[in-house]
């Protein structure tokens, strides 16, 4: 006997045979309708038990969450919401789940409760809808770069540099020069020294994906990165994964176009391919939005905001317009934008990126040409002396999803910058080389990729689109 996923039985035409099936029970009603789902699909199929044929103790054990094997002959459904169901000839309970202790009960949870039982959130439709998109995402982003000729770059998680430069990161060992640690025998301890210097966990892969640029030409990471900042936002984890593109002889507005088409692909790659998913989440925002009053509510449905972006161009902006729009803006009836009236050269708050976004553009707006003082040592100098090739997207409801720049070609430059910000230049050594040895204009940029995964599911909170967040005080799975 054949066993299918449970997308398969619905996508197939497989009526009148026999079909297995496994899968967690969602609901049983009237003790004949079995509701099943196995997380291939958003949907339920409906299994109909003759209750007159089966042992009493046996459906007793039918309850929300118990895993099950079933087997039967798939007809076309007489209810309504389904096309097909299986009436079931052998029932099998592989595993029982206790009804007075399960968590997950066929109800509404909240998101917060939820979070408190991160192992088993994902049998819910909200988180496995979510955890499917997440996935689709992360295809579309390898198949992206494989079909424009980028090579993917494994960069080391475990790293002697501090690649932004802000000193937020998380300890893997250190070796105090002076007094190295020793065991109890008088060694060198190797458990708490393993490198002979000091190790973090990296905070982008960017430094080491420019040296592969400067020999592959078009490359791309993706995987974890880490920060030690004590945020405790909904738009921050410690723990966070990252796509970084890193591309030879592009400038920076060989960049931004890399990073809009980029984007715009794999949102239409979940428009075409995740779209039960997409009206699954797009209604419950809907159903959480009738309690807000009007005001508050988005004046977008969720596909029709992820199609408007797919679909319209990003607003692109120097940082300098951006103050002079924030400057003559009012963003209520009285204040104005005080802090950033004061002084050019200070750093956008995140109220000020979502009024650009939200009231001023109402579309991703990519900023660039920002304040050499408050962006990282590596970003191209622009003739003003003052302002860096930077460039940051932001994003509406979510801020900045992107960050990036043209790297800093020339050497003499590069060096002057390291010194002036007393970061130490041996650290850098094998950076530096990249400026000695065939140097050239290169760029790149760092997408989160759960900002991008709260961007297209609607989510609010980013601990509730990757499965086990980390943040600080919170490392429970
Ligand atoms: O702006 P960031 O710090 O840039 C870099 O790390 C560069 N080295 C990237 C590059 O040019 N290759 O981080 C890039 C993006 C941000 O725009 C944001 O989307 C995300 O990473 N990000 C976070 N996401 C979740 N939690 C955090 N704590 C994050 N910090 C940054
Ligand atoms: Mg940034």
Redesign the pocket.
Known sequence: MKSYSIKELLSQNLSLQEVTVNGWVKTFRSNRFIALNDGSTLNNIQCVVDFENFDEALLKKVSTGAALKVTGTLVESQGRGQSVEIQVKELIVLGTSDPDTYPIQPKKHSLEFLREKAHLRVRTNTFAAVMRVRSALSFAIHSYFQKNGFYNVHTPIITGSD??GAGEMFRVSTLDQKKPPLTEDGQIDFKQDFFGKETNLT??G?LE?ETYAMALGKVYTFGPTF?A?N?NTS????E?W?I?P?VAFNDLDANMDLAEDFIKDVINYVLTNCKEDLEFLEQRLLDEEKSKPQAERSDMALIEKLKFVAENNFKRVSYTEAIDILKNSTPNKKKKFQYIIEEWGADLQSEHERFLVEKHFKCPVILFDYPAKIK?FYMRLNDDGKTVRAM?ILFPGIG??????QREERLDVLKEKIKALDIDEKELWWYLDLRKFGTAVHS?????F??LVLFATGMGN?RDVIPFPRTPQNAEF
């Open positions: 690649a932004e905070v982008s960017q994906a920060r900042e945020s738009r921050h984890l410690a966070f990252m970084e890193e990282a940051d900045e999803i992107v960050g990036g720049s790149g940029f760092g997408l989160g759960e900002r980013i």
